[in-house]
């Protein structure tokens, strides 16, 4: 343990199912201020990695650490708040019972209207959790995250199911509690999501971390540049041109990632005299990402979750 | 065990107990079906109080045995499967708060029905009782709730929600009629009461009828006895199929 204490340290956490490997030797520390978003596609290991931190799993191999300690142990759950990814709460209950039960395990929480509000309930407080869309259930299960205050929240893919507004609104609650002192941790799918929310950014693939970095800097990292253009070339032609980091289609474009813009247009005009429609832009996260995990994507418009993971 | 702790747990009883009296198909047949089919066999149809005093020892066993069954057997299934049982393991709740909580359920659900089943029996079945046999009986009752409630946590942790419905309600039909909780065994085929010693609602049913006075067969030991061996063998298998199911 280092003398602040890092709210997560995982080092070299290993997980398997069956032949399938989750984690193949993560190492991976949150310090515990800030939003850390955690991202990659689908069987990328996310949920092993929150189930480690959250002591819910445990390493076949590594060491797992929630606030110094095992995170079984609940004097550090007490520091933390979570939302899973696949929990249903009791249909029976009104959403004030469950936020009030789930406030009864902390030592002193917010008051449950207060974290009513700031999941966005208010007025539904005596509604059935049965009686709720799976959008509000996702709400309660935000708002029984936060009502402890917690020093650490852990979102597992926290907005799935949420409408666009409702999304912004939960945004907007994590930034509050994020002022207010306390450390995210939230794995994602959407790019979008971690560009909005986090101040740095973990990709992970395959149970290994690819990039660790900011917003900005996981896009330095990889593709600094997007070439779009109309090319006779066959994509072989154009990834093995200098620099190139991938090559896509979207329609009638070739979109191709490139390191050193400059080096790879040289290349490509040298190459094909009849290119045309050509445009060169900053990558988006999206095409970092599609870069990073080393996938054929079709089209980076596509979120990489929609892709099929090998 | 702290004060808080014992708080948490007492909060998380309560809303248990929300959840199954808001569940209807958990209270038919937990809190409607003993006293009516006391109501009906027990007195109804009963000739004497002396009958009325047999069903009440075996109806008692059978009040404990729909809470214990289902609150555990349904309950953590369908919460497991739902992904509840983990979000709860994730928040600082002491693991132990929740199977007691179900415990508390089932005590208090079961010690309700036993109120009810034996006012039944005194103002309407002529059923009396010295004051010690009482207490007995009512220990005995109680007491039935926690092999059934360790059966029922068990398939709770085998199996899926609508699977653990369909095993608890045929365990919950064998073990009462097989067991005698219903008609006593002697009016039934007599393979029934053969089948019935290997059960332990059998052997907590001949508890109580040893409390009321009908002492035949084995004696208290061997009930005792194989009531034990049915809780070591099922918190066996829980051991087992809970470190699976934690995996």
């Known amino acids: 343990m280092d003398a602040e204490g890092a709210a997560v340290t995982l080092r070299r956490a290993a997980k398997r199912y069956g032949g399938t490997v989750a984690l193949d030797g993560l190492d991976l520390e949150v310090a515990g201020a800030g939003v850390t978003a955690i991202l990659g596609p689908n069987g990328a290991g996310k949920s092993t990695a929150v189930g480690l931190m959250l002591g819910r799993l445990l390493p076949d191999a590594g060491e797992v650490r929630l606030f110094g300690r095992d995170p079984r142990d609940l004097a550090a759950r007490r520091r933390v708040g979570a939302m899973l990814q696949s929990a249903t709460l009791p249909p029976q209950l009104t959403v004030r019972e469950q936020v009030a039960l789930f406030a009864g395990y902390y030592p002193s929480p917010l008051p449950v209207a207060e974290a009513i509000r700031l999941a966005g309930l208010t007025g539904l407080e005596d509604r059935r959790c049965r009686a709720l869309s799976g959008g509000q259930q996702r709400r309660v299960q935000f708002a029984l995250a936060l009502v402890g205050r917690p020093d650490l929240l852990v979102l597992d893919e926290p907005t799935v199911g949420l409408d666009l507004e409702a999304r912004r609104a939960l945004w907007a609650s994590v930034r509050a509690l994020v002022a207010g002192g306390a450390g995210v941790i939230l794995t994602t799918h959407h790019l979008e999501e971690a560009e909005a929310l986090a101040d740095r950014i973990v990709v992970i693939d395959r149970g290994r971390v690819l990039a660790d970095d900011t917003a900005a800097g996981v896009k330095a990292m990889v593709a600094t540049r997007t070439i779009r253009c109309r090319t006779a070339l066959p994509d072989a032609t154009l990834r093995a041109m200098p620099d190139v980091r991938s090559v896509a289609r979207s329609g009638v474009h070739a979109v191709i990632a490139t390191a050193e813009a400059e080096r790879t247009l040289r290349a490509l005009l040298g190459a094909d005299p009849d290119l045309a429609d050509l445009t060169v832009t900053g990558a988006s996260l999206e095409e970092a990402f599609v870069s990073l995990t080393g996938a054929q994507a079709a089209d980076p418009l596509v979120a990489p979750a929609e892709r099929s993971v090998a | ?247």
């Open chain 2, 1 to 247: 065990m702290t004060a808080a702790t014992l708080a948490i747990a007492a909060r998380e009883s309560r809303a248990e107990l929300l959840k199954a009296l808001r569940t209807p198909e958990y209270v038919v047949p937990t809190l409607v079906f003993p006293p009516a089919f006391y109501a009906l066999f027990g007195l109804a149809l009963a000739r004497d109080a002396s009958a009325s005093l047999y069903l009440m020892a075996t109806y008692g066993v059978f009040a404990a045995l729909g809470p214990a069954l289902f609150g555990f057997a349904t309950g953590v299934a369908f919460e497991r499967e739902q992904g509840l049982l983990a979000l709860k393991r994730v928040f600082p709740m002491p693991a132990w708060a929740y199977p007691a909580a179900k415990l508390a359920t089932a005590l208090s659900m079961t010690f309700v029905l036993l109120l009810v089943l034996y006012a039944l029996a005194v103002f309407a079945g002529g059923v009396r009782l010295a004051p010690g046999a009482w207490a007995l009986m009512l220990a005995v009752h109680l007491g039935s709730v926690f092999p059934f409630a360790l059966m029922g946590i068990v398939l709770g942790y085998s199996l899926k929600g609508q699977g653990a419905v369909a095993i608890a309600n045929v365990l919950f039909f064998l073990l009462s009629i097989v067991g005698g909780l219903w008609i006593p065994l002697h009016v039934m085929p007599a393979w029934m009461g053969q089948a019935a010693v290997l059960l332990p609602s059998y052997h907590l049913a001949e508890l109580a009828l040893t409390v009321a006075g009908y002492e035949r067969g084995p004696a208290t030991p061997t009930h005792l006895g194989v009531v034990a061996l049915w809780c070591v063998l099922m918190a066996g298998v829980f051991a087992i199929v809970q470190r699976r199911a934690a995996m």
